[in-house]
C-alpha cells in the first residue's frame, strides 16, 4: 500500500538536484519563477509519491517539506520575498482569490499536462500566509482492489464478507494519516466489482478526494447549510443501497449513519479512534445507545500505516537488543540504512497494520470496563501489535517503526 512506483535513482537524483539549483537560483526580480518553481514543485512531489507540501513562512524564509512515506523532510527554503509569489501562484491555480490574506481558504488543482490532482489550503500566519499541498493522486488513486492494500488474511476475509451485506455499518477507524480514506474507497471498489452495477452506490464526503466509478459522489458544503447531516438525511430518500460517508464527525452523523445501517443501507464510514474497542467506546460517549452500536455495526476495521525497509540497504539486527527489548515477540529483525534509492532515509513505501473484530456477540460492558486487557485474544490493540509482529519477521518493516507507529507496548 501506498508503495511508490520503481524509478531510476539516478533520475530521481537529477531531479532532486534540478530541484536545489532552482531553489538557489530564486530571484524576486524574476516575473516567471513562481510559475516555474509551482510546476517543478509539483512535478516533483507527484514523481516521488508525497502525499503533502508544505510552505511555511518564517521571519527569513519560505521554507519547504513534503511528507514522504507520512514523515516531513526538508525540501528546501526560498528568501522571504519570493515567498508570497509562491504561495500566490498556488492560489491562483487552486482558483482562490489572491487578494484575500486575512481569511482561511481551500481549492483544487487540475493540471492534465503535470498530471496532477491536488487540494490546497492557505492560513494566515504571523509572517504571512502558509500552504499546504494535499496530492490526492499520490497513489490512493491507483489501488483497484482490496487485495492490493496488503490487509493481513483475515482482515481481508472478513471484510469482504462483510462488505457482500445488504445492511450494516463497517466502520475503518484509525488516526489521521493512518490511511482510512484509502481504504474505504478501495472498499466501494470492491461493492462496485462485486455488484457489477446491480447496487445503488452513493457517497457523502469532506471533501471528494479520489473519484469512484459507479459511485453517485457528493461533497458537502457547510457555510451553505449542506453539512453532513443534512446531506445525509436527503441522501436516504434517493433510494442508495450503499453509502460511504467520508467520517463520522459528530453525534448526528452517527446517528443518522447508524440508523440508516439499521434499516437497509450498508454504510462504509471511517472513524477517529485507536483501535476496535476504542471506537465502540467513543460512540457511546457520544451518545449513542449501546443498543444502537450493536445492532447497526457489523465490522470494525482498525489500521495503521508502516514504513516499509528500503530492500537495497536494510540491516540483520541483534533480535535480543533491538525487538525483544520493545516487547516484540519475533525470532528476527532488520533495522534500517542509507541510501540513493530511499533518500538516505531507509525506507521506500508504506503497509499495513490491521486488525479487524466483528461486533457481533461482543460483551460491550467489558470492553467499557476494559477488563478483557489482559487477554491476548481481545485486549485493545492486541491485534495491531500482533501484524505488526509478523510485517517485522518477515522483513517488511523495523522494530523502530512499529514503536513510532504503536508507541511502546503495555
Known amino acids: 500500500m501506498h508503495q511508490r512506483p520503481p524509478t531510476p535513482e539516478s533520475s530521481d537524483a537529477d531531479e532532486l538536484a534540478r530541484f536545489a539549483a532552482l531553489v538557489e537560483s530564486a530571484s524576486a526580480g524574476d516575473l516567471q519563477f513562481a510559475t516555474q518553481f509551482v510546476s517543478r514543485l509539483l512535478g516533483l512531489a507527484r514523481n516521488a509519491g508525497a502525499s503533502d507540501v508544505h510552505l511555511d513562512p518564517t521571519p527569513d524564509a519560505l521554507e519547504l517539506r513534503w511528507r514522504l512515506d507520512g514523515v516531513l523532510h526538508e525540501l528546501g527554503r526560498l528568501p522571504r520575498e519570493v515567498g508570497p509569489n509562491v504561495v500566490a501562484r498556488l492560489k491562483v491555480l487552486a482558483g482562490l482569490l489572491t487578494y484575500e490574506l486575512a481569511l482561511p481558504q481551500e481549492g483544487r488543482i487540475r493540471d492534465e499536462q503535470l498530471q496532477v490532482e491536488a487540494r490546497v489550503s492557505s492560513f494566515p500566519t504571523l509572517h504571512g500566509e502558509r500552504a499546504v499541498i494535499r496530492m490526492l493522486d499520490a497513489g490512493d488513486g491507483e489501488l483497484e482492489s482490496l487485495s492490493e492494500l496488503g490487509l493481513p488474511a483475515d482482515v481481508l476475509g472478513q471484510l469482504e464478507r462483510h462488505l457482500s451485506a445488504t445492511s450494516g455499518a463497517v466502520l475503518v477507524v484509525g488516526p489521521a494519516g493512518s490511511g482510512k480514506t484509502t481504504t474505504a474507497y478501495a472498499c466501494l471498489r470492491h461493492v462496485v466489482s ?7 452506490i452513493a457517497s457523502l464526503e469532506d471533501p471528494v478526494e479520489v473519484a469512484v466509478d459507479g459511485v453517485a459522489q457528493s461533497q458537502v458544503h457547510a457555510s451553505a447549510g449542506f ?7 436527503s441522501l436516504l430518500r434517493l433510494d442508495p443501497e450503499v453509502i460511504l460517508i467520508g467520517e ?3 453525534r ?10 439499521l434499516t437497509g443501507q450498508l454504510v462504509v464510514t471511517t472513524f477517529h479512534a485507536g483501535h476496535a474497542t476504542d471506537a465502540v467506546n ?9 443498543y444502537a452500536v450493536r445492532n447497526s455495526v457489523r465490522l470494525i476495521v482498525a489500521q495503521r500505516l508502516v514504513r516499509r525497509l528500503c530492500d ?7 533480535v535480543d537488543q533491538h525487538a525483544r527489548s520493545v516487547g516484540l515477540a519475533v525470532s528476527r529483525c ?15 513505501g508504506r503497509s499495513l497494520v490491521a486488525e479487524c473484530r466483528p461486533v457481533a456477540g461482543w460483551d460491550f460492558e467489558a470492553a467499557a470496563a476494559d477488563r ?19 510485517l517485522v519477521e518477515a522483513g517488511v518493516t523495523s522494530p523502530l517503526e512499529v514503536v513510532r507507529v504503536l508507541g511502546f507496548r503495555v
Open 372 to 390: 478483557a486487557k489482559d487477554d491476548p485474544s481481545v485486549a485493545p490493540a492486541e491485534r495491531l501489535w500482533s501484524s505488526a509482529e509478523a
Open 282 to 290: 467513543r460512540l457511546i460517549d457520544m451518545g449513542i445507545a449501546a
Open 194 to 200: 462485486a455488484s457489477g452495477g446491480g447496487r445503488s
Open 248 to 250: 463520522m464527525r459528530d
Open 312 to 318: 537495497k540497504c536494510a540491516q540483520a539486527a541483534d
Open 334 to 348: 532488520w533495522l534500517p540504512g542509507a541510501c540513493d534509492a530511499c533518500r538516505g532515509t531507509g525506507y521506500r
Open 227 to 233: 453539512d453532513m447531516a443534512t446531506g445525509l438525511r
Open 252 to 261: 448526528a452523523t452517527a446517528e443518522i449513519a447508524l440508523q440508516a445501517a
